[in-house]
């Protein structure tokens, strides 16, 4: 899937971080421009001698920025189709695991998670992504000179999207995360485990939810209080209005 578009972040787009030491050159205040169709919820998982040690299902999509051969800036957003290669390491150096995803000709995505203990409570968060595009001619064709192979590599703080080894990290709405020279990665439905042993399936303890599921859920309940608050007020004018009109018969009738 490959669809031109603006360079925004629609207003809800939950935004997840920035890499660290940078600023952002897209905000989440920048005005809703129409979307291509979302990319494919799949998942995706890493395998060790323990088993599953990494599991991911979400749909994923790039925002990806060139020069046009009319030399001006522009951007196309390409999407992680159905037809993809994925292995990962559950060993890795520094108390790390990775997943590492290959689609299209010769583009590699590469997601590194750390683990690090927080009160006595071991967690672990998004703390690499790495991302090797191929801007050819086919997925770019107003490109000025195609780019065999960016690579394209963040560094996030611990705060980004981080869980509990012992749950998982969930977020429906479309998150967005942004890299040091302004593409944007973003997912949907987004849930994901890592330091798992022979993990199948998520478990429904244990799940931290981004801001924008959390603010969703608070207001189910506000919504359904006030729907029955208005109901409230309803029965009682009804039920005025018929007592006034039955004590004016019983009047009349006298």
């Known amino acids: 899937?490959?669809?031109?578009?603006?360079?925004?972040?629609?207003?809800?787009?939950?935004?997840?971080?920035?890499?660290?030491?940078?600023?952002?050159e897209v905000t989440s205040n920048s005005p809703i421009t129409p979307r291509p169709d979302d990319p494919p919820i799949q998942s995706y998982s890493a395998h060790g001698e323990n088993g599953t040690c990494v599991l991911i299902q979400c749909g994923i999509q790039f925002e990806i920025h060139y020069n046009t051969t009319e030399q001006k800036q522009a951007s196309r957003v390409i999407g992680?189709?159905?037809?993809?290669?994925?292995?990962?390491?559950?060993?890795?150096?520094?108390?790390?695991?990775?997943?590492q995803i290959q689609f299209y000709d010769n583009w590699d995505l590469r997601l590194t998670f750390s683990r690090f203990d927080d009160q006595a409570q071991k967690k672990f968060y998004l703390s690499d992504i790495d991302l090797t595009a191929n801007l050819s001619k086919e997925l770019f064709p107003d490109i000025d000179n195609p780019i065999f192979r960016q690579n394209i590599k963040t560094t996030f703080a611990t705060d980004t999207i981080t869980a509990s080894t012992e749950g998982s990290y969930?977020?429906?709405?479309?998150?967005?995360?942004?890299?040091?020279?302004?593409?944007?990665?973003?997912?949907?439905?987004?849930?994901?485990?890592?330091?798992?042993k022979n993990i199948t399936d998520f478990s429904e303890s244990g799940i931290s939810e981004c801001s924008s599921d959390v603010e969703t859920s608070s207001d189910i309940p506000i919504a359904v209080g006030s729907a029955l608050?208005?109901?409230?007020?309803?029965?009682?004018?009804?039920?005025?209005?018929?007592?006034?009109?039955?004590?004016?018969?019983?009047?009349?009738?006298?």
């Open 170 to 196: 969930k977020c429906t709405k479309e998150a967005a995360f942004l890299l040091k020279d302004g593409t944007v990665m973003s997912t949907f439905n987004l849930q994901y485990a890592a330091f798992q």
């Open 1 to 24: 899937m490959a669809t031109t578009d603006e360079t925004t972040v629609p207003e809800t787009t939950s935004l997840i971080s920035t890499p660290t030491g940078s600023t952002p």
């Open 80 to 99: 992680v189709p159905e037809r993809v290669n994925f292995d990962g390491g559950c060993n890795q150096p520094n108390n790390t695991q990775s997943l």
């Open 229 to 254: 608050g208005g109901l409230i007020v309803i029965v009682l004018v009804a039920y005025a209005i018929g007592r006034r009109c039955k004590e004016k018969g019983d009047y009349d009738t006298i």
